[in-house]
């Protein structure tokens, strides 16, 4: 299973880095970032190749979050700078075989524990 960190409390306006770590065998997999804020369904936010090669990023979040993927480290990375109050969510990631801007939430697997994200001042 895939294992989010990172999460805690930041005012609007900060930044604060998100960490997946995956396990070999998933080594060759699509690693996806979702978040799901209360009463809301989970949706995805960006994801990243096995190669690195491709990124997807939703809309809400392009200019602001950067997703990395460090191979000797076996972590994929989500960087999220000026945050906002709506960024406030529990923050996943999952697996699938491939990264594609739909980032459909049925196609991903492997689901750990998420890291909670709050934004308030």
């Known amino acids: 299973q895939l294992q989010a960190s990172g999460g805690g409390l930041v005012q609007p306006g900060g930044s604060l880095t998100l960490s997946c770590e995956v396990p070999?065998?998933?080594?060759?997999?699509?690693i996806g970032w979702f978040r799901q804020a209360p009463g809301k369904q989970r949706e995805g936010v960006s994801c990243i190749s096995s190669s690195g090669g491709t990124i997807a990023y939703a809309d809400s979040v392009k200019g602001r979050f950067t997703i990395s993927r460090k191979y000797g480290e076996n972590t994929v990375h989500l960087q999220m700078k000026s945050l906002k109050p709506e960024d406030t969510a529990v923050y996943y990631c999952?697996?699938?075989?491939?990264?594609?801007?739909?980032?459909?939430?049925?196609?991903?697997?492997?689901w750990g524990q998420g890291t909670q994200v709050t934004v308030s001042s």
């Open positions: 999952g697996a699938d075989l491939f990264c594609q801007a739909r980032m459909a939430v049925d196609e991903y697997d492997h």
């Open positions: 070999q065998a998933l080594d060759y997999y699509a």
